[in-house]
């Protein structure tokens, strides 16, 4: 599938002449997509993403968090407000005070505030490699922020509609930025690979509106939604003056992003100490393997922890690292280590064939999920039948396929981009 994004240049903005709003910091003159365009990009990103049961169960973003007093926590409106303006001088975003944000961050205080060392810690490990790439790709980097909203830093996070990931990328979405899905292998589960995928996908965002706060929230919910906030409000380009028009999940989510940021900026003065990272991302290396080896095989001839294998190789689904012609399958070791891989290389591959020869059922086939199959209705097909065959839901059929009705006939062709093999 070709990618979709087409960039149309426009001398004026789509949306409308711009009423008097609140101060915004200053926007470049930015190519913009088209309605049609942007209605592309929507279709790829599954308009449910943003209603992922992840936010209840990995729950980083507190449900109701922003309507909620929370007076036991010590932080005064004036020391807060001072603290956001110094905030807002250092970055792109428009961080200023509002009664919502000041809700949220007392509520991460209240109510989130154990889980911030553990959380600090893997930021120890991710923060840097993301900042690499964000610098690479001229975002700000306060853009790193948006895993811990999105995964809480989980690379193996998945939400019960299929988001994936640090960055929670849909299938399509995922392919649409080259992240490949195979049997052993999810490179949206891939820290680098999908970072830089968030980074095109982001910048992408920043080309259509020309402002980081719309950007962000186009992450979560869509362009296509952000688009109609700015209609809806009568053309304001200010996240807060459309916040009333956009997805409830979404005005949720902006804030909380704020919040985060303010806390790891402020993080000494509320007394969060982060734990000692277990590695950090710089004290890592990548080795090319030559043979299909699993994770327990390496650990065996290396001594090197199979929890701390997994946690630097979350791509590889299954715990094996597939040997396939043409492809440049690594595994990444704490650098000290290195040498000891290498040293125990023949042995460990040697392990791998002693243990494919006792092996009674072989491991599966390596092959990679075709973008879109195009399946053909059978003789008692119904669409809950074929959704759960491909592990998908029956509305994304009918919205892939233009359906108004659930009604098949025999012999009907369905465009599906499945999530099971």
Sequence with gaps: MKKIVLLVLFTGSIFGQVPEELPVKKIPKAALFSDYDIAL????????????????????????AEKKEVPSVVLSTEVLKERLEKINTKTPFNIGYSPVLERVIK??????KRYYPAL??????????????????????????????????????????????????????????????????????????????AC??????????GDWDLALAAYNSGPGNVAKAIKRSGGYRNYWNIRPFLPKETASYVPAFYATMYL????????????????????????????????????????????????????????IIPFVAGKDYTIRLPRKNSFTFIENEMAIYELAREDAAKREKPLPKY???????????????????????????????????????????????????????
């Design 200 to 209: 095109a996908y982001l910048s992408d965002l920043y080309t259509i509106f």
């Design 264 to 319: 790891f900026e402020y993080q000494t003065a509320h007394d969060l100490v982060p734990d000692a990272p277990q590695i950090r991302f710089f004290e890592t290396d990548t080795i090319q393997i030559k043979q299909t080896v699993s994770f327990d095989q390496v650990s065996e001839k290396t001594a090197i922890s199979s929890a701390l294998i997994q946690f630097l190789n979350p791509a590889y689904k299954l715990g």
């Design 367 to 421: 092959f990679e999920m075709d973008k879109r199959i195009r399946y053909t209705v059978r003789n008692g097909d119904f669409l809950g039948k074929i959704a759960n065959k491909f592990g998908v839901r029956v509305r994304d059929i009918k919205r892939w396929n233009r359906m108004k009705t659930t009604r098949l006939k025999i012999g009907q062709r369905l465009s599906i981009y499945p999530r099971k093999f």
């Design 41 to 64: 990009i929507d279709s790829l990103l599954l308009e449910t993403k943003y209603r992922s049961p992840l936010y209840e169960t990995a729950s980083y973003l507190i449900e109701d």
């Design 120 to 197: 600090m810690a893997k930021a120890a490990y991710y923060f840097p490699m993301f900042e690499k790439y964000l610098d690479q790709y001229d975002i700000p980097l306060e853009m790193k922020y948006l895993a811990i909203v999105e995964s809480a830093l989980n690379p193996t996070a998945k939400s019960g509609v299929g988001a994936t990931g640090l960055w929670q990328f849909m299938y399509p979405t995922g392919v649409q930025y080259k992240l490949k899905v195979s049997s052993y292998v999810d490179e949206r589960q891939d820290p680098v690979r999908a970072t830089i995928a």
């Design 107 to 112: 509520s991460y205080l209240k109510y989130r």
